[in-house]
Structures are given as C-alpha cells and as structure tokens.
C-alpha cells in the first residue's frame, strides 16, 4: 500500500515538473513565433515598398525616355517590317 | 527543575478563553475581508490583477492593392509616419528646429509659419518616410510626436488617375474604383488579448478579441501598357488639336473586358493639392454625348435586320438635302444615288435619315435600346450615366432622322464602344467589365450574324479609299469603323463653331481583337472632322496594341493606301 502511494507520489512530481517545463517551453515557442510573425509584417511592407519602387522606376513615360533618348531607339516603320510566319496565298 | 515541577503556577483563569477568543476573533474578521474581497471587490482585483500581464493589442489590417491585369500594382498602400506638433508644449532650441527642419526636409521658414500659425495641433508633415521620422525621434523635441498611418501610393500616376480613383484620410475611397470597390478593398484593424512577460514579450494568446479583416487584393481588367499607349496618344493628339479634352476606350472584343481607358486632363493621384475637381472626372463613363454618325451602323443595321433592304439597295440622296416639315437636312457633301453600303462609307445623312423613316419607331428603338443605348453599361463605377433614348412613343418624324445620324441622342463612350462588339461579334452585345473575368460574360443577341457580318464590311470600307476616314488604316492589319462629328449642344441650339470628333472601330476584321473609341471634345486647330481628328488617333493606338499583344496579321504590311492628293470625304455629324 505504502510502496504505491509512494509511487504515485513520485509520478505526480514527475508530471507536475514535466507540466512546468512544457509550459515554459511554449511561451519561449510562442515569443518566438510573435517575433517571426513580427518579421512578416516587416517584410510585407518592405515588399510593398519594393513594388512601389519597381514599378516607379518601371515606368513606360520613363522607359520610353530613355529608349529614345538615351538608347536613341525608335519604331520601325510600316515598310520596315517583315512579317515571317506562314506563306500568304 | 524539580522544584517547579513540585509547585505548578496557576495562569489566570480567564487567559486561555480570552487568547482564544482574540485568536478566533481575528479569523473571523479575515474570513470577513476575504468574503468582502471576493463578493464585493472581485471585479476590481481581477482587472488589477490581470493588467500585470495581459494586454489589448490592435492588430492592423490594410487596405488590399489594385492591380492590372497582369497583377502590375496600381495601388498600394504602405505604412509611413505622420509627424505632428503641440505648439503651446513645445520647447526647442534655434539649434533643434533647425535639425528639425533637415530631417523633415523642410525649409526652416515653412516649419517656423506652421508652428506659428496659433492652432493648437498642428501636421508638420505628413506622409514622412519611417527612417526619416526616426532621425525625427532621435532629436527628442519635446511637443514633437509622430504616429503610424497608412498612406496610399499610386505607380500609374495621372494615367490611370481617373480608372483607379484615390483615398481620404483613414484609406476611405473617394473616387473611382477606390469608391465603388470600398467593401472589397478596405480592411478592418482587430484586436486581440495576449499575455506579456517582464520583458514585454507576448507569451501567450488569450483570445480574439475581433479578429481583423485584411483588404483583398483587386485584379483590374486593365492592361498597364496599352493604358499608357492610349494615355499617350491621345494626349499627342488632343495637344496637336488644341482640344479641350478627350477620351480613349479600348475594350477586348471576345470579353468585354475594358483593357485601357484614358481621360484628359488628368490629374496625379499622388499629389493632388491643386487638382481640379473637373480633371478627376472619368469623361468616359460619367459623361455623354451626341454619338453623331457613329450611331449610323446602328439604324442601317436596324433595317437589315428588317429586311427592309439589302446592303446594295439604292438610296437616292440627291439633292443633299431632306426637308421634313419645317427642318432640312444636310448632307456635308453632295451624292447622288447611293448604295446601303456607301451611305455608311460616304457617312450620308440624307441617306441614314431616309433609311431610318422607312422603319417603325418601334423596331428602331428596340435595336438601339437592345444595343445597350439609354442603359448604363453596369460596370459599377461611382457616377456612371447610360445616357439618352427618349422612348419611341414620343419621336416626331424629324426626331427618328436625326437620330439616324447621332443627335438627339446621347451615350457615353464606353456605351458606344460596347455597342460595338455587336459588329465585331456576330451580333451579339457583350458586357463590359472593368475587373478582369475569367470567362467571359454570355452576350445577348441584337441583330442577326448575317445582319452584323454585312455591317462590319460596310465599316471597312468606310476607312478605304473614298470612305470618311482612311487616316484610319492599320499596316499588316485589316480595320473597320466609323467616324463621327457631331456639333455640341450649346444650350439648346447646336453650336457651330464647337464639335465632338470621334471615331469608333475595331481590328482585325478577320477576327476581331480589340475595339477603340476615341472621343476629342472641341478640337481648335483648324481640323474638326472624326475622320481627320479622331481617325488618326485609333489607327495609332490600334496598330501598337495589337503588335503589343502579338495578334496576328490578316493582311500585307503595305495595304495602308492613303489618298494624298484626293480632299477628304467629309461628313457632317
């Protein structure tokens, strides 16, 4: 009778500490899942900073500035243009 | 020892009870607090107890982007800061306001005039960049704060600045599809209960409090390139034609999707302090006008379908002129006997209008009306109109002519494009749609294919040679379309120095891609007419587009035959 109980005892002590440390580990998790979770927000604005940026300097007025001016690019005309493909009858 | 223990003290009787009952006592009364604490108190303790650890916190939600169709971003909104100032609280050296004024990048004397203008709270400004409302916060001016807001940006800028709309303040939609898309956009902040440690961090979840909504993203059916290409060119022309203003629809001929959509003037959704009320409309949509000849197609294929003509049925227009009871009408430029076929090449009012008698006002209405005339084109943006179509009951004889050829009429441009893909479909009237479909919506028959396949020849020829706008032609691409030139309302007398030029088409004709319709309002150059106006303008943002979007050619790269030397066909409506 004693022997169980003893047993019991010590199983009881075992779960309450492996309770303990459990429930600290998943603070420590979930502190570092906020500061995970934290870093996609970051990120996300970030990204949509990016987008802004690309898309500023992906401009076609600016583009195309640069085409003609710089590159001094410009469109062929009608009778410049060779169309391949399929034979015409 | 022993002695003690041989004579025993006697306590005074009355000690023990009266340790006891002290004791007892004292049990009593904190048995007492301790009901009070828990009865009466609970709710005050819990919530001591409670802020120790745990925390409201808002979860932010924002506002979901526009997109194109090809998710190249229109709208986005990102965090940034707002830096603000109690005047009255404040207390900064020369030396900090000037340090203040770098890191805002403002001019001293404009930091000085806001903080002095005697308001109590004053915007230093808004929106400032996170790192440098960091160098802000670095200088620790007492009064100075800032706070976190979302502020909207708009890549596109004034291209698509009429389509896309803009926010207010709190990333509220004020205009466009900013306005008419709110609920889909918007998001909505939550909060939520965390558990924090010493160190501030969150531990634990407790609940939801209200969970946030974030905004969704919108794929608009816009195509960012041909958007600028139609922004562009119509800017050219309305420049060149020192008009007022302008508009471009370019709809997908098998979605009725509208792909681009352009307005001037404009305005930059970025910055629009000093933009004017009148620039942020979308003239397209909210705005009519008499169509003019365009609307011609629309009769003769009224009366096609009637069976009341054939497409080379003789029309005699001689003299050039039809005079019903007191009103005459006029064609610009005299003909003779004409076929169906060249009252819409040669754009002959007599012709349309003696066309247009020979029908019931009844079926006449039904054809228009069935074209979507006089119903708004339901794409759901804010202040769409679906102008005018007085019902047929009313129409004098005098009205049904001139409504042959576009007045007394009113649509608006997006109206007369859509209207269109009954030409360039078999028949058939698509929706339109400014958010990208993924299938395309079911049409709704309004003339027979044959009836529409006779119109479309009818409209190619219009922009060959001895048609009212061969400027018109696409190299490497078979086109069709109509011109219109109507003169504006001026009052209620037709003006005769102002007009509307438009030109309505679509291309390949083989198989018909992308529909156009170009509208310049009050062309002051000399140039007045769709044909010499307008024309130009379709041919090229019609031929880019379609080399854009790789649509294969359907005739020689030489078949553009411009008349030089021959005076434009003209028409006058």
């Not at chain 1, 459990?22 to 979770?37: V, Y």
């Not at chain 2, 005339?373 to 794409?379: K, N, R, Y």
């Not at chain 2, 007398?493 to 319709?517: D, K, M, W």
């Amino acid at each position: 009778m004693t022997r169980a109980n003893v047993i019991l005892l010590v199983l009881l002590v075992v779960c309450a500490l492996s309770l303990v440390t459990s429930r600290h580990q998943s603070r420590k998790l979930f502190a570092e899942l906020e500061r995970e979770q934290a870093l996609t927000r970051k990120y996300d604005i970030e990204y949509g900073q990016l987008q802004i940026e690309q898309s500023t300097w992906a401009m076609p007025t600016r583009v195309e500035k640069i085409a003609r001016e710089q590159l001094r690019m410009q469109l062929p005309g009608a009778g410049r243009i060779e169309v391949m493909g399929e034979a015409r009858p | 020892m022993r002695a003690l223990a041989q004579s025993p003290v006697r306590l005074p009787q009355l000690r023990a009870p009266l340790v006891f009952g002290t004791l007892l006592l004292l049990f009593v009364a904190l048995l007492g607090r301790s009901l009070f604490l828990q009865r009466f108190d609970n709710a005050f303790l819990q919530e001591q107890g409670s802020s120790r650890y745990s925390r409201d916190i808002e979860v932010p939600a924002h506002r979901g982007r526009i997109v194109d169709r090809f998710g190249e971003p229109l709208a986005i909104s990102t965090p940034v800061k707002a830096v603000w100032a109690w005047p009255e609280k404040m207390d900064a050296t020369p030396e900090q306001l000037r340090a203040l004024a770098t890191a805002l990048e403002l001019p001293l004397a404009t930091l000085t005039r806001k903080l002095a203008d005697g308001s109590e709270f004053v915007y230093l400004k808004r929106p400032v960049a996170p790192d440098a409302a960091e160098r802000v916060a670095a200088l620790q001016i007492k009064g100075v704060h800032d706070e976190t807001e979302y502020w909207r940006y708009y890549p596109g800028g004034e291209v698509m600045s009429q389509i896309v709309g803009f926010t207010g303040d709190h990333d509220i939609g004020q205009e466009g599809i900013e306005l008419a898309q709110q609920s889909w956009l918007g998001g909505k902040p939550g909060s939520r209960r965390v558990i924090i440690n010493r160190r501030g961090e969150i531990v634990e979840d407790v609940a939801s409090i209200r969970a946030p909504q974030e905004g969704r993203d919108l794929a608009l059916a816009i195509d960012s390139r041909l958007q600028y290409l139609a922004f562009r060119e119509l800017k050219a022309a309305i420049d060149a034609n020192r008009a007022k203003a302008g508009a471009l629809v370019i709809l997908d001929a098998t979605t009725g999707e509208i792909v681009a959509l352009a307005n001037l003037p404009a305005y930059n959704p970025n910055n629009r302090s000093r933009a004017a009320r009148d620039r942020m409309r979308n003239r397209a949509l909210t705005d009519t006008f008499e169509p003019g000849s365009s609307m011609k197609p629309f009769t003769i294929a009224a009366a096609l379908d009637a069976g009341r003509l054939t497409p080379s049925t003789i029309i005699d227009t001689a003299p050039g002129t039809l005079t019903i009871g007191t009103a005459t009408i006029h064609d610009a430029h005299r003909e003779g006997a004409l076929t169906v076929e060249q009252v819409i090449q040669k754009s002959s009012n007599v012709g349309a209008a003696k066309i247009a008698l020979s029908l019931s006002p009844a079926t006449m209405w039904q054809t228009l009306s069935d074209a979507g005339f006089g119903v708004t084109p339901q794409t759901g943006f804010p202040g769409e109109v679906g102008g005018r179509l007085r019902p047929a009951k009313s129409w004098r004889p005098i009205e049904q002519a001139t409504m042959a050829y576009g007045h007394g009429i009113s649509v608006n441009l997006v109206q007369l494009a859509r209207a269109y893909t009954v030409f360039a479909g078999d028949g058939e009237l698509k929706p339109v749609s400014l958010l990208k479909v993924d299938a395309p919506g079911a049409g709704r028959p309004v003339v027979k294919p044959e009836t529409a396949r006779a119109v479309r020849h009818m409209l190619e020829m219009v922009v060959l040679p001895g048609g009212t706008a061969p400027k018109a032609q696409v190299a490497g691409y078979r086109v069709a379309g109509k011109t219109g030139t109507a003169h504006k309302l001026d009052g209620k007398s037709y003006s005769e120095s102002q007009y509307i030029a438009s030109f309505v088409g679509f291309a390949p004709v083989s198989n018909p891609r992308l529909i156009v319709a170009v509208m310049i309002d009050e062309p002051g150059a000399g140039q007045y007419y769709g044909g010499a106006v307008a024309a130009p303008v379709f041919s090229s943002v019609m031929g880019a587009a379609l080399r854009l979007l790789s649509v294969p050619t359907d005739a020689p790269m030489n078949n553009v035959i411009l008349p030089p030397d021959v005076p434009d066909v003209r028409e006058e409506t």
